[in-house]
């Protein structure tokens, strides 16, 4: 979580560290060379893009049980007080709310994905491939229903989402109060499970960091591809794709954010910004809102918010507060439907929301878990993917505002922890448990992944 740690694990070269190529300047180049072959063949360039469908393939076959694996070892590593977890659980159900409403709501409006053009038979492909359902009247209880898995390995055979957080809240509360019936015995055997899907989780986390090193490879098939077949053409529907990122994360961050602070956290918008500048910007810089965490929790400190209000929102909630990432991911959704021309109905919409809030949860800590998530989404929503290395040539940027969308709203929620609990009076001695929180590796200080998480 700090330089040196990160630094040890550069390997040694008679002339110093040596430094990996920034993963960003990796997918610039890709793309530039993209561009390059698609002018030079053309729409010969076409069996290119086969590259980007083999590793977006691998990303959403290992991104299920990563999901899985995330949410236990969560419930397992991670202790609360009742009062305060539940007054953070309500601030960022609501931030997540609204970060999708808008992202929908963008994207509806705005039909970013209408300026991006695809040839005729790949979008009539598309459709054919789709699993999206042709439009009908929502049974929400049906399609609840439909979700509860039939068996434990469906869901990871089917990658949906909301199957497979269901076995993972029912695995991780069992396991936890395992534990915690062990605990008060003086038994100790927990530790070889909590060791086992620890490991396990790590392991997976290095597999997909194996395969995100490959992604440039993808994005480079991905846009000779596009170039080949369709010019410059994508280029407007990849700005129009930013733009509205752009505007949906301003809006949540100036409108929603600001909002709490001026009515609710009783300090001044100054006050914040001025405490919360300097993570806010290292996020910005770093790509990253787990990287920035040791200068957030200095911010806060700063801010003479309390160890307590500060470690548990900047900690356990960089698995909650992912409020960039969601409304990415729910803008990304309905651009991908549009390029494609598949119109979503209002519960398939309402889908895609629940989806980007699940998919979110316990993954933030892991290196791209904006496209990580996006795959999932887009699998369960019944989407194709084919898009999605496209998209990653201006992620180098929307990763950036996501991180930093996603400490604003770290620094946030601590600073309206800490105004609740000065208000409430000191808990009567054994009332709750002290706070346990175990602050999430940075993986990016293993040297296993590129450092980006936005």
């Keep these: 979580m700090n330089a040196a740690s990160e630094g040890s694990t550069m390997p040694m070269t008679p002339s110093g560290p040596r430094r990996r190529i920034p993963f960003f300047a990796r997918i610039l180049a890709a793309m530039m060379l993209g561009v390059v072959v698609g002018l030079m063949f053309g729409p010969r360039a076409e069996p290119l893009g086969q590259l980007g469908n083999v590793i977006i393939g691998l990303i959403k076959t290992l991104a299920a049980p990563l999901l899985f694996f995330a949410v236990v070892d969560a419930f397992l590593r991670t202790q609360i007080r009742l009062r305060s977890g539940l007054i953070m659980l309500a601030i960022t159900a609501t931030n997540a709310a609204l970060a999708v409403i808008i992202g929908l709501t963008l994207s509806n409006t705005l039909r970013p994905g209408d300026h991006l053009t695809v040839s005729s038979a790949l979008s009539a492909q598309a459709k054919?491939?789709?699993?999206?359902?042709?439009?009908?009247?929502?049974?929400?209880?049906?399609?609840?229903?439909?979700?509860?898995?039939?068996?434990?390995?469906?869901?990871?055979?089917?990658?949906?989402?909301?199957?497979?957080?269901?076995?993972?809240?029912?695995?991780?509360?069992?396991?936890?109060?395992?534990?915690?019936?062990?605990?008060?015995?003086?038994?100790?055997?927990?530790?070889?499970?909590?060791?086992?899907?620890?490991?396990?989780?790590?392991?997976?986390?290095?597999?997909?960091?194996?395969?995100?090193?490959?992604?440039?490879?993808?994005?480079?098939?991905?846009?000779?591809?596009?170039?080949?077949?369709?010019?410059?053409?994508?280029?407007?529907?990849?700005?129009?794709?930013?733009?509205?990122?752009?505007?949906?994360?301003?809006?949540?961050?100036?409108?929603?954010?600001?909002?709490?602070?001026?009515?609710?956290?009783r300090r001044t918008l100054r006050e914040f910004w001025v405490g919360a500048r300097d993570a806010v910007v290292y996020a910005l810089g770093a790509s990253s809102s787990l990287a920035s965490l040791p200068v957030t929790l200095r911010c806060l400190d700063r801010m003479k918010v309390s160890p307590q209000s500060a470690r548990l929102a900047a900690c356990v909630g960089t698995n909650l507060n992912n409020d960039g990432i969601l409304l990415y991911e729910a803008m990304a959704v309905l651009f991908v439907a549009q390029v494609y021309g598949i119109e979503l109905t209002l519960g398939q919409q309402l889908l895609t929301a629940a989806s980007c809030v699940i998919a979110g949860v316990g993954i933030a800590a892991v290196p791209d878990a904006g496209l990580i998530s996006l795959a999932l989404v887009l699998a369960t929503v019944g989407l194709p993917l084919e898009l999605l290395p496209l998209l990653l040539t201006v992620d180098w940027l929307l990763s950036r505002c996501r991180a930093m969308t996603n400490v604003t709203s770290d620094i946030l929620v601590a600073v309206l922890l800490d105004r609740f609990d000065r208000e409430q009076s000191p808990p009567e001695e054994g009332a709750d448990p002290e706070l346990e929180v175990q602050a999430p590796i940075p993986v990016e200080a293993t040297g296993s992944f590129p450092p980006r998480t936005a």
């Design 128 to 265: 054919a491939e789709s699993a999206v359902p042709e439009a009908k009247k929502i049974d929400f209880l049906r399609e609840l229903t439909n979700y509860i898995p039939s068996s434990v390995v469906r869901p990871f055979l089917d990658n949906s989402i909301i199957s497979i957080i269901f076995l993972a809240l029912l695995s991780g509360i069992a396991l936890r109060h395992v534990k915690n019936e062990q605990v008060a015995e003086g038994d100790h055997a927990y530790r070889v499970v909590e060791q086992l899907v620890a490991t396990l989780y790590r392991a997976i986390e290095f597999m997909l960091g194996g395969v995100i090193a490959f992604v440039p490879l993808a994005v480079f098939g991905v846009v000779a591809k596009m170039i080949g077949q369709e010019g410059f053409a994508p280029l407007v529907g990849l700005a129009a794709y930013v733009g509205v990122a752009v505007l949906g994360l301003a809006i949540q961050v100036l409108v929603v954010y600001q909002a709490w602070i001026y009515f609710v956290s």
